[in-house]
C-alpha cells in the first residue's frame, strides 16, 4: 500500500513562499515519477509540475515555469516543491502523486496514487 502525504501548505501574502513537501511510503520512492497538482474550487485539478526518477529532468506549467520547483530526495522518500512570487491565483489544494511511468508526465490518468491535499491560500 503506497501512501502520499503532503505538508508545509498555509497562508502567505502574495510575492511571498512556501515550500511544499511529499512523503511516500509503502514502496520503493525512486522507481516513481512524481508530481504535483492543484485544485482551485470550482475548477478541475490541473497540472502543476513533475520530475523524472532521479529528479534530474523536471516540467512544469507555464503558469508556474520559472516561479516554482520541484525537486525529490530518494534518500528520504520525500518530494517537494518550492513555491515563490506566490499570487493569489496560485489558491488551491495542492496534491502530490506517484506514476509507474518510465518518464515524467503531466496526465492526472498517469498517476497511481495520490496524497490527501495540502491546502495553499495566497492573499492579495
Known amino acids: 500500500q503506497v501512501q502520499l502525504v503532503e505538508s508545509g501548505g498555509g497562508l502567505v501574502q502574495a510575492g511571498g513562499s512556501l515550500r511544499l513537501s511529499c512523503a511516500v511510503s509503502g514502496h520503493t520512492f525512486s522507481m516513481y515519477v512524481m508530481g504535483w497538482f492543484r485544485q482551485a474550487p470550482g475548477k478541475e485539478r490541473e497540472f502543476v509540475a513533475t520530475?523524472?526518477?532521479?529528479?534530474?529532468?523536471?516540467y512544469y506549467a507555464d503558469s508556474v515555469k520559472g516561479r516554482f520547483t520541484i525537486s525529490r530526495d530518494n534518500a528520504k522518500n520525500t518530494v517537494y516543491l518550492q513555491m515563490n512570487s506566490l499570487k493569489p491565483e496560485d489558491t488551491a489544494v495542492y496534491y502530490c502523486a506517484a506514476s509507474n511511468s518510465r518518464v515524467p508526465v503531466d496526465r492526472r490518468s498517469d498517476y497511481d496514487y495520490w496524497g490527501q491535499g495540502t491546502q495553499v491560500t495566497v492573499s492579495s
Open positions: 520530475n523524472s526518477w532521479s529528479g534530474a529532468n523536471a
